[in-house]
């Protein structure tokens, strides 16, 4: 599934690669467990630099760039690791920005400032895969 017809890696799964490292930060080294049901994406941007081949390992990580009052970019790299004689490397980056919409609300909110104290410090998290 994460391949397309000509062997390397279809366009859609880095996004599913980024957001499991989305979900590893924000989930468990953030510990903010409301962050998912209220953060609809209003941008994404990738950058693709290499292929990555059926059965290559991955690793996706994803940093916060920057916290709005009401929105916040995250910067995400992924990096192939050597593979049938390819030395890996970077293969995409790019941005993610999301929108602090709170379960009920029509339109995007401050952020709580549990998330603010949290985010503020955060370190990049990361995840591998295949």
């Given at each position: ?13 880095v ?6 490292a989305?979900a ?8 903010l ?13 990738i950058?693709?630099k290499?292929?990555?081949w059926?059965?290559?390992r ?8 920057r ?8 910067a ?9 004689g390819?030395t ?6 790019g941005?993610?920005?999301v ?12 952020w709580p ?6 985010v ?8 591998t895969g295949?």
């Amino acid at each position: 599934m994460d391949t397309d017809a000509s062997g390397h890696q279809h366009n859609s799964a880095v996004m599913r690669w980024v957001e499991s490292a989305e979900a590893e930060l924000f989930l468990r080294t953030l510990k903010l467990p409301d962050y998912f049901p209220s953060v609809p994406r209003i941008h994404q941007e990738i950058h693709f630099k290499a292929k990555l081949w059926f059965g290559q390992r991955i690793t996706a990580t994803v940093g916060i760039s920057r916290l709005g009052r009401t929105s916040m970019t995250y910067a995400f790299e992924i990096q192939g690791h050597p593979h049938d004689g390819l030395t890996g490397g970077l293969a995409a980056f790019g941005t993610v920005t999301v929108a602090h919409v709170p379960p009920g609300s029509a339109k995007a909110q401050p952020w709580p400032a549990e998330v603010v104290e949290a985010v503020s410090p955060a370190q990049p998290a990361q995840t591998t895969g295949s």
